[in-house]
């Protein structure tokens, strides 16, 4: 059995949405260090509501519902929103 945990799933639908829209070809211009990468993803998610789950099966049911076309669209504005923000200087540990 697997130790009961904790997880933002809107946490990492956005990780590994920032991964995927700051290496594309629209974004290429923007850093792409570890604290940048770091301080878009705070920033997306400090405008986007948490949903926490505590076991693996609560995770793929939440990951199901968030993993909508109009929850990616949504999640995708506030990204973009802080990509834009990260870059006009608060990036690099500010």
Known sequence: ?????????TEEI???LVRFLLYGVEYQTFCHCEQCEMNI???????????YV?????RQEAFKVLNTPQNIEAINKEIIH?????GQGLGHGE
Do not use: H
């Open 14 to 16: 956005v990780r590994g």
């Open 54 to 58: 505590a076991s693996d099966a609560a």
């Open 1 to 9: 059995m697997t130790p009961p945990f904790l997880m933002n799933v």
């Open 82 to 86: 802080a990509i834009y923000k990260v």
């Open 41 to 51: 993803i705070a920033e997306a998610l400090n405008s986007l509501p948490p949903k």
